[in-house]
Protein backbone atom coordinates (compact mmCIF):
# COMPACT_ATOMS: atom_id res chain seq x y z
CA UNK A 1 0.00 0.00 0.00
CA UNK A 2 1.23 3.49 -0.50
CA UNK A 3 1.74 6.18 2.05
CA UNK A 4 0.11 9.20 1.45
CA UNK A 5 1.93 12.23 0.27
CA UNK A 6 1.87 14.92 3.13
CA UNK A 7 1.47 18.47 2.06
CA UNK A 8 2.07 21.41 4.53
CA UNK A 9 1.65 25.43 3.96
CA UNK A 10 1.45 28.83 5.62
CA UNK A 11 -0.28 31.75 4.59
CA UNK A 12 -1.24 35.30 6.96
CA UNK A 13 -4.10 35.75 8.29
CA UNK A 14 -5.24 39.45 8.05
CA UNK A 15 -6.17 40.48 11.56
CA UNK A 16 -8.91 42.28 10.91
CA UNK A 17 -10.51 39.78 9.02
CA UNK A 18 -9.83 36.95 11.50
CA UNK A 19 -13.46 36.35 12.71
CA UNK A 20 -14.77 36.63 9.23
CA UNK A 21 -12.69 33.57 8.16
CA UNK A 22 -13.37 31.54 11.49
CA UNK A 23 -16.77 31.88 10.59
CA UNK A 24 -16.35 30.90 7.19
CA UNK A 25 -14.57 27.86 8.13
CA UNK A 26 -16.97 27.10 10.93
CA UNK A 27 -19.35 25.54 7.96
CA UNK A 28 -16.95 24.73 4.80
CA UNK A 29 -18.97 24.41 2.03
CA UNK A 30 -20.20 20.79 1.52
CA UNK A 31 -19.57 21.46 -2.45
CA UNK A 32 -16.07 22.61 -1.52
CA UNK A 33 -15.16 19.93 0.40
CA UNK A 34 -16.73 17.37 -1.95
CA UNK A 35 -14.42 18.82 -4.25
CA UNK A 36 -11.48 18.39 -1.72
CA UNK A 37 -12.44 14.66 -1.40
CA UNK A 38 -13.18 13.86 -5.21
CA UNK A 39 -9.75 15.17 -6.00
CA UNK A 40 -7.86 12.60 -3.65
CA UNK A 41 -7.56 15.24 -0.76
CA UNK A 42 -7.62 13.76 2.79
CA UNK A 43 -6.95 14.85 6.56
CA UNK A 44 -7.28 18.77 5.33
CA UNK A 45 -6.52 20.40 8.73
CA UNK A 46 -6.28 24.18 9.31
CA UNK A 47 -4.34 24.97 12.22
CA UNK A 48 -3.90 29.06 13.56
CA UNK A 49 -1.03 30.76 16.06
CA UNK A 50 -1.92 34.42 16.03
CA UNK A 51 -2.10 36.09 12.72
CA UNK A 52 -0.29 32.55 11.14
CA UNK A 53 -2.67 30.11 9.55
CA UNK A 54 -0.92 26.84 8.72
CA UNK A 55 -2.63 23.89 6.52
CA UNK A 56 -2.31 20.42 6.39
CA UNK A 57 -3.39 17.72 3.87
CA UNK A 58 -2.66 14.04 2.92
CA UNK A 59 -2.83 13.40 -0.93
CA UNK A 60 -3.56 9.83 -1.52
CA UNK A 61 -3.85 10.19 -5.91
CA UNK A 62 -1.51 9.34 -8.48
CA UNK A 63 -1.28 12.77 -9.94
CA UNK A 64 -1.07 15.66 -7.53
CA UNK A 65 -0.71 18.82 -10.17
CA UNK A 66 -3.69 17.41 -11.91
CA UNK A 67 -5.91 17.22 -8.87
CA UNK A 68 -4.92 20.73 -7.90
CA UNK A 69 -5.90 21.88 -11.14
CA UNK A 70 -9.20 20.44 -11.14
CA UNK A 71 -9.90 22.06 -7.31
CA UNK A 72 -8.82 25.36 -9.47
CA UNK A 73 -11.23 24.86 -12.08
CA UNK A 74 -14.26 23.72 -9.63
CA UNK A 75 -16.42 26.83 -9.91
CA UNK A 76 -18.06 26.58 -6.47
CA UNK A 77 -14.38 26.32 -4.63
CA UNK A 78 -13.52 29.64 -7.07
CA UNK A 79 -16.79 31.20 -5.34
CA UNK A 80 -15.51 30.66 -1.93
CA UNK A 81 -12.15 31.86 -2.56
CA UNK A 82 -13.67 35.01 -3.27
CA UNK A 83 -15.05 34.73 0.36
CA UNK A 84 -11.26 33.29 1.62
CA UNK A 85 -8.74 35.17 -0.17
CA UNK A 86 -9.30 38.82 1.00
CA UNK A 87 -8.60 37.63 4.38
CA UNK A 88 -5.50 36.31 3.54
CA UNK A 89 -1.95 37.60 2.37
CA UNK A 90 0.00 35.43 0.89
CA UNK A 91 3.45 34.79 2.24
CA UNK A 92 4.46 32.88 -1.15
CA UNK A 93 7.01 34.27 -3.30
CA UNK A 94 5.90 36.41 -6.06
CA UNK A 95 5.71 34.66 -9.35
CA UNK A 96 5.53 31.26 -7.68
CA UNK A 97 1.95 30.45 -8.55
CA UNK A 98 1.22 29.52 -5.05
CA UNK A 99 -1.30 31.57 -2.63
CA UNK A 100 -0.03 29.69 0.25
CA UNK A 101 3.43 28.99 0.71
CA UNK A 102 4.34 25.37 0.66
CA UNK A 103 6.49 24.34 3.07
CA UNK A 104 9.27 21.77 3.70
CA UNK A 105 8.58 18.39 5.34
CA UNK A 106 11.91 17.78 7.39
CA UNK A 107 10.84 15.35 9.54
CA UNK A 108 7.52 12.70 10.53
CA UNK A 109 6.98 9.80 12.32
CA UNK A 110 4.11 7.18 11.50
Not at 16 to 32: F, K
Request: charged content about 25%; proline content about 5%.
Amino acid sequence: MNHPQRYGMVIRLRPERRAEYLRLHSAVWPAVEKTLHEANIRNFTIFLRDDLLFGYYEYVGDDHEADQARIAADQETQRWWTFTDPCQESLAPAGSGHWWAPMQEVWHLD
